[in-house]
């Protein structure tokens, strides 16, 4: 009989008092992708660390081959924590080193694992530079470039577009085929049924099923999460013929475009690499003054040439988990039109969430009760909600989230609309912006390709798009204003 890669038996852990892992048994060949599912909180998270060697367990065993555990031949992928933003994308793929390859050795190491999976990045940009999306993808590369015997990837696909995924297969792929070991850990429960071989279901602190996901469905992996099964349906529409935003001339990429949103509309933006959505993005979220001909919200004319001309406007914006503006995106919400708050008042504001989210880390550790990643979002979601707002800008809102946290934020959507608010989403997964997007823009080379209305366009044709391949809709492209 072959001995695992792997082998996790028993493995306890108790945060505070409160157990979080009451008995976890893994096994993980060479040659397999092992997905590990489960509900926030259940200790996904705290399992990897553990077998990173980065917490240490209350009890259980961990082997590799047979043998003693060894850290050293494990490598953790959390982007809860990337690497330093200053180091380059060669700095970041080997910061373990331990010296023994050369800066040449490196550098050629580099350009050999970008060129032979095709991932477009410059071995000398620093991280700082990147999209959150792209600095994701440089953990891929290191992945090749600084081999270990076993992968454990921590919610790495969150962010991810339909291209960017499959060279994370393809990756995971070549990974296989040199016989190392990968545990998966994500909430998109379709992408491990075609990522993983096997796939375990974590809930109350154990495995209770494990799965062979040729053989599963999302249902079946759902209802072993949850106890019955949880199905994502589409937000109802609630949109109107108010127009509530106006946006024209919206410089980008050397050309401009304009759209226009309605009162209790959902807008979804799509484009591959570089096509000018981040424009439209940070443009909305006032980083890019002096990108704008004519702005106007409910009506009312007005600059966003900062981030703080946002509250005024009555614009909220819910960033992505990775940004660091968060706070002081949370501070300006709770200014929304309070003309009495000036600028120095959200500073300050921004500067107490600061502390105080130091201080719940602090805390938490302290007490050793810390929120999981869905945890955390599910609490920033629901303070957002409540904003009186008429315009909501969000950023990769359901990072996170397990499926369950999904079908309840699918019903805040419904709510918010229902409000009369106008929403434009930006997120890389196309099945979301299918789900609940009234209408969605594409753009290409900062200019206006093509708009669809709700059912005129499938999640096979947006991973299209994001793949950079040519799509031919089955309707009209062009909504009518």
Request: aromatic residues 4%; proline residues 4%; hydrophobic residues 40%.
């Amino acid at each position: 009989m072959t001995v695992p890669l792997l082998t996790v038996r028993d493995l306890r852990k108790a945060f505070g008092g409160r157990p979080v892992l009451e008995g976890i048994n893994l096994d993980v060949a060479r040659g397999e992708v092992l997905g590990v599912v489960g509900p926030n909180g259940v200790g996904k998270s705290t399992t990897a660390s553990i077998i990173a060697g980065q917490t240490p367990a209350d009890w259980g065993t961990l082997s590799l081959e047979g043998g003693p555990m060894d850290p050293s031949r494990v490598m953790l992928i959390d982007p809860e924590h990337m690497a330093d933003p200053n180091m380059t994308v060669a700095e970041v793929m080997f910061r373990h080193d331990s010296g023994t390859h050369s800066f040449v050795e490196q550098m050629h190491r580099v350009r050999q694992v970008l060129a032979e999976t095709g991932i477009e990045l410059r071995p000398t940009v620093r991280l700082a530079d990147l999209t959150p999306s792209e600095r994701r993808m440089t953990e891929v590369v290191r992945m090749l470039a600084d081999p270990r015997d076993l992968i454990v990837m921590d919610e790495l696909s969150t962010g991810l577009n339909a291209r960017e995924i499959e060279e994370l297969r393809y990756a995971l792929n070549l990974t296989v085929r040199a016989s190392r070991g990968v545990i998966y850990i994500t909430h998109q429960l379709e992408e491990a049924l075609q990522v993983c071989h096997r796939i375990a279901v974590v809930r109350n602190g154990k495995v209770i099923a494990t799965f062979i996901s040729a053989e599963t469905t999302v249902e079946q992996l759902t209802e072993a999460m949850f106890g019955s099964a949880v199905r994502l349906t589409e937000a109802a529409s609630h949109t109107t013929d108010d127009r509530i935003l106006d946006v024209r001339g919206l410089a980008s990429s050397g050309s401009s475009l304009s759209f226009q949103l309605n009162r209790g509309e959902i807008l979804g933006f799509i484009g591959s690499r570089d096509s000018g959505v981040d424009d439209v993005k940070h443009t909305l979220l006032g980083r890019r003054p002096g990108s704008l001909e004519h702005l106007a919200v409910a009506g009312q004319p007005g600059r966003l040439d900062a981030p703080r001309d946002l509250p005024g406007l009555g614009i909220a914006v819910l960033t992505s988990m990775s940004d660091p503006e968060g706070d002081t995106h949370t501070a300006r919400n709770m200014a929304i039109l309070d003309d009495e708050v000036d600028e120095e008042m959200v500073e300050d504001t921004a500067s107490i969430l600061s502390l105080l989210r130091k201080a719940e880390a602090r805390i938490s550790t302290l007490l050793n009760r810390p929120l999981s990643t869905g945890q955390r979002r599910w609490q920033q979601m629901q303070e957002f909600a409540k904003k009186n707002a008429n315009v909501m800008v969000m950023v990769q809102p359901s990072d996170g989230l397990d499926v369950s946290a999904q079908k309840r934020f699918i019903s805040m959507m419904e709510d918010i609309t229902d409000r009369g608010v106008g929403v434009v989403l930006f997120t890389s997964r196309e099945d979301e912006l299918h789900r609940f997007c009234d209408r969605i823009i594409h753009v290409e080379h900062g200019q206006i390709q093509a708009e669809w209305a709700k059912g005129q366009i499938t999640i096979e044709e947006l991973q299209q798009i994001s793949r950079q391949q040519p799509v031919e809709p089955r309707f009209e492209q062009r909504v009518a204003w």
